[in-house]
């Protein structure tokens, strides 16, 4: 099975990346080959909307022994159970249901029944042929009982962004598991026939548990939605401001990085929160929070990735034939190889301003909760794209009956620091860039509200302080 899936990605990794709005057609190749990409589809391919489903699947992997004394991840239990699919929905579904175990279980398949395990969070993401991408939320944990057992993986996919909600969640079906498994699918049940609410708001899930009685479950979207998926602590507990900044650098002009941390729930916090400083732009290349063992020489892409990899495979990653990759010790806090030009990507003007608010916030650090972290790291790096390409609607052209058109050129022009400008001529050049404006040239109503509030408060202060 894992060598089926490992191929499923490498074809799809070596596929030409869309570059200024252009996308080369893929290679003849089988859909079962392109169906589950490690890669960003476009904007809109994770849904954030109310109303819809929490999730699609809830399923449990656990290790299978193999004839050679292995263990293999397998699904052993899948709520719901879809029926009269059609052929092309089935085909879909199985594939997923191929490729969940092996993120299930990415460290591969050297493992052993224990008696003490401490339970982990960490999630992944999978990329669909058409764009569409499903967020795998996962809780694993050891099954209660006596004597040595083996670890299982509780796993709700879903293509709703929202980490610190189902992450709650996970507590709820970890409970449930401790009293068995028949108490899990009630309340799944009652989550799924639940809509899913808008930011801000609360949906109450009422719960039967036996010997405790009826629990009413609240969980609550947070208010600001393009933060609800992210923990930007967990960054900034592991890297100096000064490293975080090389980071974004890098992301910004979408290079090749790579993360390193032995545990799960690290890599996939940390690189979600890299992912999340690039806000109101899109990573949109290969994104793999946590590398499956089979697929390591994902790192040999030529194409920009950003991948989390296991610290056990460091020696294994360092011997790849890659090209040039910006590698990141979560564990030390440090930057094993770089480029070596991070330091002057940005404008030091603006850089110097990210360095000062960052770390204004790593004085303060135990005077804020996480959601407040999280509004002031942000803030941050929002007010660098609004300094830097908040006058971009300016420059769109439009048309009577039709899209509008972006004049690049004057748009550049128009940028009156030298400094800004020289970065800005290379950050046009990027797939998230591209993709922002081609979303832009839509509709003249803007797709990212948080962001053009933003555009509109920095106008506004900046006449005051004309007119004062």
């Given at each position: 099975m894992a060598s089926n899936i490992g191929n499923f990605f490498r074809r799809s990794l070596r596929r030409s990346s869309r570059k200024e709005g252009k996308q080369e057609a893929p290679a003849a190749e089988s859909n079962s080959s392109r169906a589950l990409q490690g890669k960003?589809?476009?904007?809109?391919?994770?849904?954030?909307?109310?109303?819809?489903?929490?999730f699609e699947y809830l399923v449990v992997v656990s290790l299978k022994k193999t004839?050679?004394?292995?263990?293999?991840?397998?699904?052993t239990y899948q709520f719901p159970k879809r029926e009269n699919l059609l052929?092309?929905?089935?085909?879909?579904?199985?594939?997923?249901?191929?490729?969940?175990?092996?993120?299930?279980?990415?460290?591969?398949?050297?493992?052993?029944?224990?008696?003490?395990?401490?339970?982990?969070?960490?999630?992944?993401?999978?990329?669909?042929?058409?764009?569409?991408?499903k967020i795998g939320y996962c809780r694993r944990l050891l099954p209660s009982g006596r004597g040595v057992r083996l670890p299982e993986v509780f796993c709700i996919i879903s293509c709703l962004g929202c980490f610190g909600l189902f992450s709650k969640i996970l507590d709820e079906v970890e409970?449930?598991?401790?009293?068995?498994?028949?108490?899990?699918?009630?309340?799944?049940?009652?989550?799924?026939?639940?809509?899913?609410?808008?930011?801000?708001?609360?949906?109450?899930?009422?719960?039967?548990?036996?010997?405790?009685?009826?629990e009413l479950i609240e969980l609550t979207r947070p208010l600001d939605a393009h933060l609800e998926h992210v923990e930007f602590q967990a960054l900034l507990q592991r890297l100096s401001p000064d490293l975080i900044l090389h980071i974004f650098a890098s992301a910004v002009l979408e290079r090749r990085l790579i993360f390193l941390a032995e545990e799960l729930s690290v890599l996939s916090q940390c690189i979600h929160a890299v992912a999340a400083l690039l806000y109101p732009f899109t990573w949109a290349h290969t994104y793999i929070p946590v590398v499956p063992?089979?697929?390591?020489?994902?790192?040999?892409?030529?194409?920009?990735?950003?991948?989390?990899?296991?610290?056990?495979?460091?020696?294994?990653?360092?011997?790849?034939?890659?090209?040039?990759?910006?590698?990141?010790?979560l564990c030390k806090g440090k930057i094993i190889r770089a480029v070596g030009d991070e330091e002057e990507i940005l404008p030091i003007k603006l850089q110097n301003e990210m360095l000062t608010s960052l770390n204004r916030h790593n004085n303060n650090n135990n005077v804020h909760t996480p959601e407040q972290v999280n509004t002031l790291v942000s803030e941050a790096f929002v007010?660098?794209?609004?300094r830097i390409v908040g006058h971009y609607a300016s420059h769109i052209k439009w048309n009577k009956n039709g899209p509008g058109t972006f004049q690049e050129r004057?748009?550049?022009?128009?940028?009156?620091?030298?400094?800004?400008?020289?970065?800005?001529?290379?950050?046009?050049?990027?797939?998230?860039?591209?993709?922002f404006i081609e979303d832009?040239?839509?509709?003249?109503?803007?797709?990212?509200?948080?962001?053009q509030q933003k555009i509109t408060e920095y106008h506004e202060q900046k006449k005051h302080r004309r007119d004062s």
């Open positions: 960003a589809g476009d904007r809109s391919s994770v849904l954030y909307s109310a109303g819809q489903f929490f004839s050679d004394g292995r263990y293999e991840p397998k699904i052929r092309g929905q089935k085909e879909e579904e199985e594939r997923l249901l191929q490729a969940i175990p092996l993120f299930c279980f990415p460290d591969g398949n050297n493992w052993a029944p224990v008696t003490d395990f401490t339970s982990e969070t960490f999630s992944f993401v999978l990329t669909n042929v058409d764009g569409s991408r409970k449930r598991r401790q009293i068995s498994m028949a108490v899990i699918y009630p309340f799944m049940q009652g989550l799924r026939e639940s809509p899913f609410p808008a930011p801000g708001k609360t949906v109450t899930i009422k719960s039967f548990i036996p010997e405790s009685g009826t063992e089979c697929l390591l020489d994902t790192v040999c892409c030529p194409t920009p990735f950003m991948v989390g990899i296991q610290m056990r495979h460091l020696e294994r990653v360092l011997d790849q034939p890659m090209e040039e990759a910006l590698i990141v010790d007010q660098f794209f609004v004057a748009f550049c022009k128009a940028i009156a620091s030298k400094t800004n400008r020289k970065f800005v001529k290379k950050f046009v050049k990027t797939n998230m860039f591209s993709l832009a040239e839509k509709s003249r109503i803007p797709q990212e509200v948080y962001f």
